[in-house]
């Protein structure tokens, strides 16, 4: 049960319109970095990205670049600043 409060605490302070990056420590020891290509492009680390929607644990982001948006999890996303 602690995992589903701790994206909840990040749903609570990340919404949709945020601007976000992608935090490199949690993004790396992922499942999903597995499943990835192994070297991820700078700009996902760099931000800034916009939330477009939050699902279940889940956030969606669009970066300024011509790629397509992508889901990720919520505790992999931190506050551009």
Same mark, same amino acid.
């Given at each position: 049960?602690?995992?589903?409060?701790?994206? +909840?605490?990040?749903? +609570?302070?990340?919404?949709?319109?945020?601007?976000?990056?992608?935090?490199?420590? +949690? %993004?790396?020891?992922?499942?999903?970095? +597995?499943?990835?290509?192994?070297?991820?492009? /700078?700009?996902? %680390? !760099? =931000?800034? =990205? !916009?939330?477009?929607?939050?699902?279940?644990?889940? =956030?969606?982001?669009?970066?300024?670049?011509?790629?397509?948006?992508?889901?990720?999890?919520? /505790?992999?996303?931190?506050? %551009?600043?």
């Amino acid at each position: 049960m602690a995992e589903t409060s701790a994206p +909840a605490k990040a749903t +609570a302070a990340l919404k949709k319109g945020a601007l976000v990056r992608v935090n490199r420590h +949690a %993004f790396s020891s992922s499942t999903e970095a +597995a499943a990835s290509d192994p070297s991820p492009p /700078d700009y996902i %680390f !760099e =931000g800034p =990205g !916009e939330l477009l929607a939050v699902k279940e644990g889940y =956030g969606q982001v669009r970066w300024r670049m011509p790629v397509p948006d992508v889901w990720l999890r919520i /505790d992999q996303l931190e506050p %551009f600043s």
